[in-house]
C-alpha cells in the first residue's frame, strides 16, 4: 500500500517570499503520479500542479513549482512570491498508474499568508 | 469547466437515521468518488465507482454504503447514523482510463450527527 507523509502540520509566509511544503511517499510502484491539491477556506479543492513520476524534467505552472526527487520518495512544492489568496490547506497526493487507479492523500498542511 | 454539486452544504441528522448524501457531476465522468475528511487525518476514501451500478470499497467503507444508478449521479448513504460520523464529506469525479487526469471535487457537505 502507498503512505503520503506531510510532516508539518501549519506553515506561514509573509506576502510576496517564497515558501515550500514538503511531501514524501511510500510505494514499490515504478510508474505513478504525484498531485499536490489546494483547498481554500470556501473548501472546494483544485488541483494545483501534477507530476509524473517518469518524467524527470520538474513540473511548473507559474508561481507554483516542485522538487521531484525519485530516489528519494520526496515532493515538495514552492510557491513563489506567495499571495494572501494563497492561505488554504495543501494536500499532496499519490496515485499508480492504471486505469482505475484511486488517490491516497497526505494529512494536508495549513498555509497562512500574511499581509 | 467541470461541475460537482453535492446536495447540501450543511446537514444536521440524529443517530440512527438514515442519512443520504447525494453527488451529481455534468461532464460525463465515468469515476465517482466519495471522501470523508477530518483535521489531521487529511482525505479518506470511503467508496468510489467506475461505472453504473458498479461500486468498491474505499479505505474506511465501514457504516457507509452508495448507490450509482446513473452515471452522473453517486450518493453515500449512512445507514444508521452515529457520531463519530460527523464529518466533512466531498464529492469527487474523474475521467477513466486517463492516467493523470485530476479529480474535480464538490464543495462538501459539513454533516453534523447529534
Known amino acids: 500500500a502507498q503512505t503520503v507523509t506531510q510532516s508539518q502540520p501549519e506553515m506561514s509566509v509573509q506576502e510576496a517570499e517564497t515558501v515550500t511544503l514538503s511531501c514524501t511517499y511510500d510505494?514499490?510502484?515504478?510508474?505513478?503520479?504525484l498531485f499536490w491539491y489546494k483547498q481554500p477556506p470556501s473548501r472546494q479543492m483544485i488541483l494545483v500542479i501534477r507530476?509524473?513520476?517518469?518524467?524527470?524534467q520538474n513540473a511548473t505552472e507559474n508561481r507554483f513549482s516542485v522538487n521531484f526527487q525519485k530516489a528519494a520518495k520526496s515532493f515538495s512544492l514552492k510557491i513563489s512570491d506567495s499571495q494572501l489568496g494563497d492561505t488554504a490547506m495543501y494536500f499532496c497526493a499519490f496515485m499508480k498508474t492504471g486505469a482505475n487507479s484511486k488517490l491516497t492523500f497526505g494529512k494536508g498542511i495549513t498555509l497562512s499568508v500574511r499581509p | 469547466d467541470v461541475k460537482v454539486t453535492q446536495s447540501s452544504r450543511y446537514l444536521v441528522k440524529r443517530t440512527g437515521e438514515k442519512v443520504f448524501l447525494e453527488c451529481v457531476q455534468d461532464?460525463?465522468?465515468?469515476?465517482m468518488f466519495w471522501y470523508r475528511q477530518d483535521p489531521g487525518l487529511g482525505l479518506r476514501l470511503i467508496y468510489f465507482?467506475?461505472?453504473?451500478?458498479?461500486?468498491e470499497k474505499g479505505d474506511i467503507p465501514e457504516g457507509y454504503s452508495v448507490s450509482r444508478e446513473k452515471k452522473e449521479r453517486f450518493s453515500l448513504i449512512l445507514e444508521s447514523a452515529s457520531t463519530n460520523q460527523t464529518s466533512m464529506y466531498l464529492c469527487a469525479s474523474s475521467l477513466w482510463g486517463r492516467f493523470n487526469q485530476p479529480q474535480h471535487f464538490g464543495d462538501g457537505t459539513r454533516l453534523s450527527i447529534l
Open positions: 461532464m460525463d465522468h465515468e469515476n
Open positions: 510505494t514499490s510502484e515504478n510508474n505513478y503520479y
Open positions: 507530476q509524473e513520476a517518469y518524467k524527470q
Open positions: 465507482s467506475y461505472d453504473v451500478k458498479m461500486k
